[in-house]
């Protein structure tokens, strides 16, 4: 293959080395890959990167030796060449201090190597939380034909007759034995059972947000999202997607073909009606960011009124992954959205989302996805807040919410920090009570610095020994999508720059009115203001490396915490 569509090199001699004489480079490229055993007739096709993400660190990706064979053999069967490179995997649980720090690192290792490297079409692999995002970033900057393949979620474990499955199944048990309702041996108990395979969290957290927002934006094969990580069906979406690639290399469809204004519409509609995760929320402005987009929270919340929430999955519902699966998966979801979808918008096959759903079929009984006329939630699972405490915005997840607390006036009960919350929140002497509100600072993009997954912040033990189940918190943090109560996010601006979270004291009173889409402080603005004169920021030390980096470019939630200087401008 010695050029694609646009007449440009491609193949092998895509990208050459420069060593001043072109004929040079691609003859040492060659004697170098002939090492590997390789033909000149292999080294003729279509060149398929593979982006294997696989890590002993990573059980999320267990399952990547496999899919990596079986791309590559779809690769082989359409007439590609598959090869497979390495990246940055991240998984929630194992990276410090959060995967979400690393991300815009993924995506700059993930965009560099498929520039760096010749390659006409690139399968990136990917499933635990920030994985699918790092990778859709760092393609829509290349903008080399690429297409999504998500790991699949793991099984579902059983504790004691009672189907279990990470992650709200861990912080529900861990609620419990906190208020000294599970003793050791039982809690240890439900760990042997909480993740009984390889493969994302089996809830609608934020690798199966991700996932089935993939098939959304048209950057994965219809019906991808939902086989499980240990299944021969998600082999076979491996392999469809190497053939798919081999497609693509053809055809020249790149990410700026798919990823438009439209695409991200869906996207934002399938978040709302699967009362999926905040957190993709930032990722999807990230990667709009990357194409020129910019994604509005106004029109996400205006969205949310007349969309849904029609599967009944964790934390919002009650079913898992497997259901959402054997209930026909994103190709029956996408059916009953069809009246809130721009039908036009192009996918990886090379047809339009409104063709894809008619090629699907029809749907049949099933109670994990609703219809439109009988949803679980009447609204979209997330609602956007504003006012003197959020004045670019906050968010709150409704649908896995209190209802009584969305409408809430108390004392606010401030930790500026999580070493300040560690050291507090369990000591009996605490000054709260069931109907004050916490509030967590400096838990920001900046202030953390990588923005945590500590927005949930822990019931007080005394309380949670007394039965309180549930609170109004606030941070300018994030939480998991696994994770459920009455949760306001994404405070912008952070703290540690200056926002006004930065200045709520213990006393004071805040209102959450979600009918209203209001969070405020009830204190004067002089007040404010004057706190604001007499109080240091707490912009973190990072003298050197990626932390310094980091600090100086990242930015705020409503811009995708992304690096400043990675963003595009408007298209």
């Known amino acids: 293959m010695n050029d694609d569509r646009s007449g440009k090199p491609s193949g092998m001699r895509r990208g050459l080395t420069s060593y001043g004489d072109a004929r040079f480079s691609l003859f040492l490229r060659k004697a170098f890959i002939k090492g590997a055993g390789l033909t000149d007739d292999a080294l003729d096709r279509a060149v398929i990167g593979i982006a294997d993400t696989g890590s002993g660190f ?62 006409d079409a690139v399968v990136l692999i990917g499933g635990c939380d920030k994985t699918v995002p790092a990778q859709l970033m760092g393609a829509a900057s290349a903008d080399v034909p690429a297409i ?29 034995h906190r208020a000294g309702e599970v003793d050791e041996e039982e809690i240890s108990q439900v760990n042997e059972q909480l993740v009984p395979s390889v493969g994302t969290c089996s809830v609608m957290g934020t690798a199966s947000t991700m996932a ?12 991808s999202a939902s086989a499980p990580a240990v299944t021969a069906q998600r082999v076979r979406v491996a392999e469809r997607s190497g053939a798919a690639a081999v497609a693509l290399a053809r055809s020249g469809i790149t990410p700026s073909r798919i990823l438009t204004a439209g695409a991200f519409e869906n996207a934002l509609r399938v978040l709302l009606a699967i009362g999926g995760s905040t957190n993709a929320i930032l990722h999807l402005t990230a990667i709009a960011g990357r194409v020129g987009i910019a994604l509005d929270l106004a029109r996400l919340d205006a969205m949310c009124a007349d969309t849904p929430v029609l599967v009944d999955l964790k934390p919002s519902g009650e079913h898992y992954m497997e259901d959402f699966d054997r209930a ?26 409104g063709e894809e759903i008619d090629r699907s079929g029809p749907g049949f009984p099933q109670e994990v996805i609703r219809p439109l006329a009988r949803p679980i939630y009447p609204q979209g699972g997330i609602a956007v807040l504003r006012g003197n405490l959020a004045p670019r915005g906050a968010i709150v ?36 009570n069931a109907d004050d509100i916490l509030v967590l ?38 939480m998991s999508g696994t994770a459920s109560g009455t949760i306001v996010l994404h405070v912008t601006p952070e703290a540690a720059i200056g926002g006004p979270l930065a200045y709520v004291r213990s006393g004071d009173r805040i209102r959450i009115s979600v009918t209203r889409r209001e969070l405020s402080l009830l204190v004067g603005d002089d007040e404010i ?3 604001a004169r ?28 992304d690096f400043d200087f990675l963003r595009l401008g408007p298209r």
């Open 58 to 119: 990573n059980p999320c990706h267990g399952n990547m030796p496999a899919l990596v064979e079986a791309v590559s053999r779809g690769v082989l069967l359409a007439g590609g060449l598959p090869v497979r490179f390495p990246t940055i995997s991240l998984h929630e649980s194992f990276a410090n201090p959060t995967s979400m720090y690393l991300r815009n690192l993924m995506s700059i290792d993930t965009e560099e190597m498929i520039r760096a490297q010749p390659m």
């Open 148 to 176: 999504q393949l998500v790991t699949g979620s793991m099984l579902t474990g059983s504790h004691r007759g009672t189907r279990v499955g990470a992650c709200t199944d861990c912080r529900r048990y861990w609620a419990r």
């Open 212 to 223: 089935c927002v993939v098939e959304a934006l048209g950057m994965g094969l219809p019906g």
């Open 328 to 353: 026909g998966g994103m190709p029956a979801l996408l059916r009953e959205l069809k009246p809130l979808l721009d039908l036009s918008t192009l996918t990886v096959t090379g047809a339009t989302l």
């Open 397 to 432: 997840k409704q649908s896995a919410a209190t209802a009584k607390l969305l409408e809430h006036e108390g004392r606010a009960v401030v930790f500026d920090g999580l070493a300040d919350l560690a050291q507090r929140i369990d000591d009996d002497a605490l000054d709260v």
């Open 441 to 478: 600072q400096n838990i920001g993009p900046i202030g953390a610095p990588g923005m945590p997954e500590a927005g949930m912040l822990p019931i007080p033990r005394k309380l949670a020994r007394a039965g309180v189940r549930d609170m109004v918190r606030i941070s300018d943090g994030r």
């Open 529 to 531: 203001a004057r706190r």
């Open 534 to 561: 007499e109080q240091p920021l707490r912009v973190p030390d990072a003298p050197r490396g990626y932390r310094k980096l980091f600090v100086e470019h990242v930015t705020q939630a409503d811009q995708g915490v």
